[in-house]
């Protein structure tokens, strides 16, 4: 028995066949089909274009979603757009810090209390994998670089730095660093052999590793350093244990004070100013710090702008757009900042002691762990390769049908 033919195929041979009777190009009944035929296939080239998620920038940065870590049953998900708490994910091992995979769809969360990292499911807050880290793991890294595929792990509580493959939580390496972790970033440098480095905060200096973990340099840094923090360009941003901020130029490795007098959490920056944001515990306040550049031989006065909140800031987040702020404070509310208005426009409580918040995208509505995203990537690229081939190919066909059918009825004609 033969074979239904498809109904779509049909559709593209309707306006084919109609270009064989001699309507040609200018007929209004085959344009409009052609159009609504390409618009179609558009618009589902699009749809699959959108179904995978865009990368973020930043920290995961993209405004559609808050994490905010240290609340009653280990995380809250704040909905950006709604300004209000829709989720909550129980994370057990006093959660500290958490990073978010790029396209939104992985939680990476340390849990010092149980000497662990564990990488969750961001829509279903399902686990994924664990990995056991030595020193009461409360700081993460992602090395962004393309290819690279790990982010590194540690504490204070040993001398040593975890490299963990993001997408099974095995542990690749591990190597030594001199002395307990307080701080830890990544800076991708992105020329010569070595395309990222890795700093990180020992108790009198930040010492600096290539991927492979052989150390790079030393750099003193006077108060002992803690949280760092590695926009893009010139400038590495470094709080210290004994109440400073400062900059240390990331060719040269110089040092410049900026700030002191504070007790200073994790910092952000604004992917589009480049602004540094740092709060301020001891003084209640959110510091933004002028951008530098390298060689510069006068610093700007810092800050440039502070933001008095009546409670101390613990953490702080901007959305990579440069709009938004979410600033995580004691006692269990997030203040949310309009950034280029300067000013608090809301406060949502989430509970407990809020201690880490980042921002980024709504996860993927489908492939919750990564066998499934990359079947599901694999699904939608091939989708789009064949979607993509059949807007070429179809008006090319289409043309030929009508060059052939052209002289043809022309010859009708002068009959």
Not at 134 to 146: E, W
Not at 209 to 235: A, C, E, R
Not at 301 to 318: T, Y
Request: glycine fraction near 12%; include cysteine; charge should be neutral.
């Amino acid at each position: 028995m033969a074979c239904p033919r498809p109904a779509s195929m049909d559709a593209l041979d309707q306006p084919i066949r109609q270009l064989s009777r001699g309507d040609g190009l200018s007929s209004p009944s085959f344009a409009s089909r052609f159009i609504l035929l390409i618009s179609g296939m558009l618009l589902m080239l699009v749809v699959l274009l959108l179904f995978s998620s865009l990368p973020a920038h930043a920290d995961g940065g993209a405004p559609n979603l808050a994490y905010v870590v240290g609340t009653p049953k280990g995380i809250t998900t704040i909905d950006i757009g709604q300004q209000k708490v829709t989720g909550t994910i129980a994370v057990d091992g006093d959660p500290h810090s958490v990073f978010l995979s790029l396209d939104g769809r992985f939680l990476y969360v340390t849990q010092p209390a149980s000497g662990r990292v564990t990488m969750l499911a961001a829509r279903t807050g399902q686990t994924i994998c664990t990995a056991n880290v030595p020193g009461q793991p409360t700081l993460l890294a992602f090395d962004t670089t393309p290819g690279a595929n790990v982010f590194y792990a540690a504490g204070n509580g040993a001398s040593s730095v975890s490299v963990i493959d993001s997408s099974n939580c095995n542990i690749k390496r591990t190597f030594t660093t001199g002395g307990p972790v307080y701080g830890l970033a990544v800076a991708n440098v992105g020329s010569g052999s070595v395309s990222s480095q890795i700093w990180v905060a020992n108790p009198t200096s930040l010492n600096i590793f290539d991927p492979t973990g052989k150390q790079l340099g030393s750099i003193p840094v006077p108060g002992g350093p803690q949280y760092i923090s590695i926009p893009p360009g010139t400038t590495v941003y470094v709080t210290t244990r004994q109440g400073g901020v400062d900059a240390v130029d990331l060719g040269t490795h110089q040092v410049f004070s900026l700030l002191t007098g504070g007790t200073f959490g994790p910092m952000d920056y604004d992917a589009i100013t480049g602004d540094v944001y740092v709060p301020d515990q001891r003084n209640k306040r959110l510091d933004v710090l002028t951008p530098l550049s390298s060689g510069e031989t006068s610093l700007p006065p810092e800050p440039n702008r502070k933001f008095d909140l009546g409670v101390a800031p613990q953490s702080v987040a901007i959305t990579s757009d440069g709009q938004l702020g979410f600033i995580a404070l004691k006692g269990g509310n997030v203040a949310m900042l309009d950034v280029p208005g300067r000013q608090i426009v809301n406060t949502i409580y989430v509970g407990g002691s809020p201690h880490f918040i980042i921002t980024g995208l709504y996860p993927p509505l489908v492939g919750t762990t990564p066998q499934q995203a990359s079947i599901w990537g694999t699904v939608i690229n091939i989708a789009a390769y064949v979607f993509v081939v059949a807007l070429l190919i179809v008006p090319i066909l289409l043309f030929r049908r009508y060059s052939r059918a052209a002289p043809a009825n022309k010859d009708k004609m002068h009959q």
